[in-house]
C-alpha cells in the first residue's frame, strides 16, 4: 500500500471509521467475504489505509528484510536483541512495536528454539492482547469471519498441523486449555486453504 498518485481521487473515510482511506467495497465470493477496490487504479495508487491494524504480521521468511512496525523493505534492519524475531528499520519503530505488542511476546519468543511459524506468531500475539483489547467489536467481528474448518477437516494432515499449533500457542502464553478452541479457530481464519502473502495484515472490518 503506497502513496498515492492520484491523490484528489482518494476516498477519505468518515471521522468516526477507523480507516484514514477506503477506496474499497465488500464483495462475497465462493471462499467468503472480502474487499476489493471499487476503480481501476494505478500502479503505486493508495486502495485502503487504516492507521491500527489488530494484527500485523511479518512472515517468517521475510523477517530479514521487511520492518515488523512500519513494514518497509529495507536492506538493513536491526534486529530485537532479546528474542531476535522481529527486525526494524529504525529505533522509533522498535520503540513503537515494544509499546504496542511486542513487550508481551518477546519473552515467549525468546525461550523458543527457534522462530515459529507465522501462524503460530500470529496467534501468540492474538491470546496476548490486554482485557480490554479482546472485549470490544474487534473481538465479535473476527469471530464471524469465514474459518474454512470444514474443508481443513478434511485434510487430516493439516488439520494435525493446526491442532498441534493451537496447542503450542496455548501453552506457550499460558493461556489455559478452556481457549484451546478459540485458539484452533483463530488459526483456521489465518491458514485459509489457499494463501500466499509475506505480509500479514488483519483489520476486521464488519463484513
Same mark, same amino acid.
Given at each position: !500500500?503506497? +502513496?498515492?498518485?492520484?491523490?484528489n481521487k482518494q476516498k477519505r473515510a468518515s471521522a468516526s471509521s477507523p480507516l484514514d482511506?477506503?477506496? $474499497? ?5 465462493? *471462499? ?13 495508487? &493508495?486502495?485502503?489505509? &487504516? ?8 512472515? /517468517? ?25 522481529? *527486525? *526494524?528499520?529504525? $529505533?522509533?519503530? #522498535?520503540?513503537?512495536?515494544? =509499546?504496542? @505488542? ?12 527457534? @522462530?515459529?511459524?507465522?501462524? @503460530?506468531? +500470529?496467534?501468540?500475539? !492474538?491470546?496476548?492482547? /490486554? ?11 473476527? =469471530?464471524? &469471519? ?6 481443513? /477437516?478434511?485434510?487430516? /494432515? ?6 498441534? #499449533? ?6 506457550? $502464553? ?8 478459540? +485458539?484452533?479457530?483463530?488459526?483456521? @481464519? ?12 488483519? *483489520?476486521? &472490518?464488519?463484513?
Amino acid at each position: !500500500m503506497l +502513496a498515492s498518485t492520484e491523490p484528489n481521487k482518494q476516498k477519505r473515510a468518515s471521522a468516526s471509521s477507523p480507516l484514514d482511506v477506503n477506496n $474499497t467495497h465488500k464483495i462475497s465470493t465462493p *471462499y467468503g467475504t472480502g474487499l476489493a477496490a471499487f476503480s481501476p487504479h494505478t500502479p503505486g495508487s &493508495l486502495i485502503i489505509k &487504516l492507521h491500527k491494524p489488530n494484527l500485523l504480521l511479518i512472515e /517468517k521468511d521475510s523477517l530479514q528484510s521487511v520492518c515488523s512496525f512500519c513494514i518497509s523493505e529495507r536492506s538493513s534492519l536491526k534486529r530485537c536483541s532479546g528474542c531476535k524475531v522481529p *527486525y *526494524y528499520c529504525s $529505533t522509533a519503530c #522498535q520503540n513503537a512495536h515494544w =509499546k504496542g @505488542v511486542h513487550s508481551r511476546e518477546c519473552k515467549i519468543l525468546k525461550t523458543l528454539p527457534g @522462530v515459529p511459524p507465522t501462524a @503460530v506468531r +500470529a496467534l501468540i500475539a !492474538m491470546l496476548l492482547r /490486554k482485557e480490554e483489547e479482546s472485549n470490544g467489536d474487534e473481538e465479535r467481528d473476527w =469471530k464471524g &469471519l469465514e474459518s474454512h474448518v470444514g474443508e481443513l /477437516k478434511c485434510d487430516v /494432515k493439516r488439520w494435525e498441523e493446526i491442532i498441534l #499449533q493451537a496447542r503450542a500457542g496455548v501453552e506457550f $502464553t499460558k493461556a489455559g486449555a478452556e481457549r484451546m478452541e478459540e +485458539a484452533m479457530r483463530w488459526l483456521c @481464519v489465518v491458514n485459509p486453504p489457499t494463501i500466499s502473502v509475506f505480509i500479514l495484515v488483519i *483489520y476486521f &472490518l464488519n463484513l
